[in-house]
């Protein structure tokens, strides 16, 4: 059967973001119950090394800050996106959860996509080559992430649209 013809709507339900659920496609970044190690004059906690960055053919690591427009549940999913020549990082700006949406790879193509819910302090760090949806804050009202990712020349985005779109509940 093709995904064409499905005649009914494809539900995703929205599971709890955890690290081993969510560690074939990235890392959680948040900070742990304690410090890695402490610094400044042990003022400060430093929860260190917490996200894999991976970056190919003689691209750079950025840092930018996206502003993002909010959207509501049940919500359309109608594409992924991947990006084969780095890992890409997002960091919350507040404390308002978002939504992950990530996909297993089958032969280039995303499998049946999974929903994950962020908790307050959490990021993400989608692993090279790693299919997922759009940043999607839920919060009324821009949201703003830090976004960790590759610059560089060579095409850095796969896009794939699903023949009948999903419902992530």
Partial sequence: ???????????????????????????IIQ??????????QGKCGRHHDLARLDFSDGGRAAISVF???????????????????G?????????NPFLVVVAEDADGRPLKPRAFMTQPGQGVNYHRGTWHGVLTPLAEGPQYFAVVDRVGDGNNLEEHWFDTPYEVS
């Avoid at 059967?1 to 496609?25: D, G, N, Q, V």
């Avoid at 900070?31 to 400044?40: L, R, S, V």
């Avoid at 502003?67 to 999913?77: D, G, R, S």
């Fill in 31 to 40: 900070a742990g119950e304690n410090p890695t190690m402490m610094i400044n």
């Fill in 67 to 85: 502003e993002c427009q909010n959207y509501t549940l049940p919500m359309k999913l109608e594409l992924v996106e991947r990006h084969p020549l």
């Fill in 1 to 27: 059967m093709t995904e064409a013809s499905h005649t009914m709507t494809r539900k995703i339900e929205i599971e709890p973001l955890t690290p081993e659920a969510f560690a074939p496609f990235g890392d």
């Fill in 87 to 95: 890992s890409q990082a997002f960091l919350p700006l507040s404390e």
